[in-house]
């Protein structure tokens, strides 16, 4: 389907022994350690850092055979593919309030916000978190393998949740199997863009990532239609048969670029080493922390100000159609004025936007203004962070680096989500949101505080020190 004689996983087709020395020498050129892809855009260097696996080289013709120019039209098909499994992997997720707002108000009314959070945290913290193993597993087993594995466990998980009548089945099903099964499909999907494309990265990552959000929106919409008409059982049913018939067609055209290198472990514990890789990660980790609060709470914030649960599904589709702009725009940006410098301004405008509008809404009109500009802006992060990876790591490890960080943002999820329930539960008394808003708030400010660090930092390897540069 769509393969060219002699294409394999690894690659796509037969280049001529010219073009490929010229490409290979092309994407090392055009590859910086500090943070841009064009030594004309990132100034002189006046320190670097190695890459992991620096010693090893495509020297053999099998792994040449398998290299195809960035930025080229083909690179646009794994990419299109990652955005259709996007849709599949977080936009049930961005719109499980949905079904949140209906256990929480409806099928489990008397159960704690902690207890039904568990559900809506578990399928993100495990797609996360347990992509430090399926990102190494991309990278030694082939992106199919990895994301076929995926396809079969989401759709047992849709489909055992559809049989469950207690949350703690709920959790084991609809969260736990889900996020292992997420997982799976997450960490080819993350690593295909920034593998095609140099010159338009961020743009390529962003509308990659911009499935998610596309995902959000009309399974926000088919998922409270098919509860008021067919029940959560049934959608549950039809969500897994969906995911089953799409993406094993688009993990069909997941192909890499770079071949895999030897490795000597599964994972790459060198990106330790590197002050660029915690920087990230505990940026990740924080931001995750508070990003979802207004995902998982609108919906009952709406009914609490004399809304519906209709109304409460309307603003995740607001939410999740500014999304879809927003993650293209970052990406466009983000090439444009520097990755770190678009993360930075993001970040400290929707902590900006979130508190004031969301404490001060004393009526359902203020949440809708305030859904349209968090996600035109708060998603930024997750188009721009691969980019940041993909300029300081070898391409063929990406998926391994962007596991190992993800990690973290699993632990933020997890560690968020769960102490955002038990606030909403103990000091706002589900009557009200202050508290939550305010932990929401400060942890994704001090993610704005860790970018900002590591803009310092990327900075300082360079000679150019002028404060307004593109980094």
Partial sequence: ?????????????????????NILHKDMASVSFAGDTKASERGSIHKTEPLCDENVKLTSSEERDNVRPADGLFGWIPTLAAMVNYMFIFGVSNSYGVFSTYYLNVKFAGT?????????????????????LTGAMSDKLGYRVTAYTGTVICTLAYILASFCKEVWQLILTQGVLLGIGASFLYSPSVSIPAQWFIKNRGLATGIAVAGSSIGGLWFTAAIQAMIDSLGAEWALRILGILTFSVTSLTNSLYYRRVPAK?????????????????????????????????????????????????????????????????????????????????????IMLTVVIEMPLWMTAKTITPLYVLCALYGLISPSFISINPVIIGRHFDMDVLASIMGMTNLFGGLGVLAGNLAQGAIFDKYDKREQFTNTIIFSGMFILFAGIVTFVMRVHVQRQRTDRRFFQRI
Avoid: Q
């Fill in 262 to 346: 030897p490795r000597k472990s599964l994972f790459e514990f060198c990106a330790a080493k590197r002050l660029i890789f915690w920087l990230v990660s505990v940026e990740t980790c924080t931001i995750y922390t508070g990003y979802w609060a207004l995902t998982f709470y609108v919906g009952t914030n709406a009914k609490h100000l004399g809304g519906t649960l209709r109304d409460g599904s309307n603003l995740l589709l607001v939410l999740n159609a500014g999304s879809v702009v927003g993650r293209v725009m970052a990406g466009v940006i983000a090439d444009r004025f520097g990755c770190i410098n678009t993360l930075l301004i993001s």
């Fill in 112 to 132: 704690s916000a902690t207890t039904l959070a568990w559900i809506g945290t578990l399928v993100t913290s495990l797609m996360l978190g347990c992509s430090i």
């Fill in 1 to 21: 389907m769509l393969r060219a004689a002699g294409t394999t996983e690894r690659g796509v087709g037969p280049i001529p022994v010219n073009t490929r020395i």
